[in-house]
């Protein structure tokens, strides 16, 4: 296959990196809210990343939450990306397409033993003294990983439940993993941190752990580009790699925007929203190149969480 080297300058200077010419990377949005600078960044990143190796430049809508998703919102993050000039490949994927795929891998990880059916709520969660704090939150207690057969038979007839990650029992099962970080070097994954993760909730037919997972794997996807606050997320998704015998692409974790205040972009900060911006008269071209080139807007900064 054809290598070549490319050229990279971003938020952390000058880099260089080796890639095949079927270098291909996404951008994820989902469709929850405006998209905003921090947005903005992290597509800009990943498509120069892509036009420089020769690679390709996805699109995938994050919309399986069915409950916080909105049509509009994907429609208004396209005209963004495009407003951008972040021109992409092919038509945009959507997860609400792939549920019988996300459904098929947590078939196999039941008829391994892997998962079991979880009944708590959030309330019996934060009332178990023994839930200790993770990368990701609350760590589960484990409430409900031994329950008896019968009793797992009798509520799922009746209870709602999520289907959760016995994540000790995966890990006996593949062993120690690694994954590659662009920036950091190699990294030793440590998904048991993270406790028995959910991987299909109550109200969802995936958690974003597996489809996000699943999808990248399925869609080729050799570099995934996103921001720093999923580093140890990623510790969870080489596991799933693991399991489902998926392939492992490189990562590249990038610092987040923050706002004048300091604190990162969230969807209700309005004033750095892109509709905003653009509405304003703001260049989109020039502003996606200046973001590549680690130039923010007078009162953004670049930082790592
Ligand atoms: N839809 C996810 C998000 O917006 C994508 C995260 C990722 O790039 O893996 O946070």
Same mark, same amino acid.
């Given at each position: 296959? +054809? ?26 949005? %989902?469709?929850?809210?405006? =998209?905003? =600078?921090?947005?903005? &960044? ?14 390709? &430049? @996805? ?15 994907? /429609? ?7 407003? *951008? ?14 549920? /019988? #795929? ?5 078939? !196999? ?8 059916? +979880?009944? +708590? ?12 704090? /993770?990368? %990701? ?29 016995? !994540? ?8 120690? @993993? ?11 994954? #440590? ?19 597996? $489809? %996000? ?20 997320? !990623? ?20 610092? =987040?925007? +923050?706002?004048?205040? /300091? ?6 900060? $309005? ?15 020039? *502003? ?13 900064? =670049?930082?790592?969480?």
């Amino acid at each position: 296959m +054809c290598r070549k080297i490319w050229k990279d300058s971003d938020d952390r200077g000058t880099v260089y990196g080796v890639f095949t010419t079927s270098m291909l990377t996404r951008f994820a949005p %989902s469709p929850t809210g405006d =998209l905003h =600078l921090g947005h903005a &960044y992290s597509a800009a990143l990943a498509h120069a990343a892509a036009r420089a190796a020769g690679g390709q &430049y @996805l699109i995938r809508i994050d919309d399986i939450d069915g409950s916080r998703s909105r049509e509009a919102y994907v /429609g208004a993050s396209l005209a963004d990306l495009a407003w *951008l000039g972040l021109n992409w490949d092919g038509e945009p994927l959507h997860q609400s397409a792939r549920i /019988g #795929d996300y459904a098929a891998a947590l078939d !196999t990880l039941r008829d391994r033993d892997l998962v079991y059916p +979880c009944f +708590c709520t959030r309330a019996d969660i934060a009332a178990s003294l023994s839930a200790p704090h /993770g990368p %990701s939150g609350a760590v589960y207690p484990g409430i409900c990983r031994n329950l008896p057969e019968a009793e797992r038979e009798r509520r799922m007839a009746t209870e709602p439940h999520c289907w959760r990650l016995d !994540t000790a029992a995966a890990v006996v099962n593949v062993g120690a @993993l690694t994954w590659e970080e662009q920036r950091q070097g190699p990294r030793i994954a #440590d998904p048991l941190a993270h406790g028995d993760i959910v991987l299909a909730r109550k109200d969802a037919p995936a958690s974003y752990h597996l $489809a %996000s997972t699943l999808d990248d794997a399925d869609m080729g996807v050799t570099q995934v580009i996103r921001g720093a606050d999923l580093i140890a997320a !990623t510790d969870v998704h080489r596991l799933l790699q693991a399991l489902l015998d998926l392939p492992t692409p490189l990562y590249r974790h990038h610092p =987040l925007v +923050c706002g004048p205040d /300091g604190r990162r972009l969230a969807k209700r900060d $309005a004033a750095a929203s892109l509709a905003a911006m653009r509405a304003a008269g703001v260049d989109g071209r020039a *502003l996606a190149a200046d973001l590549v080139a680690g130039r923010l807007p007078t009162g953004y900064s =670049l930082q790592m969480p």
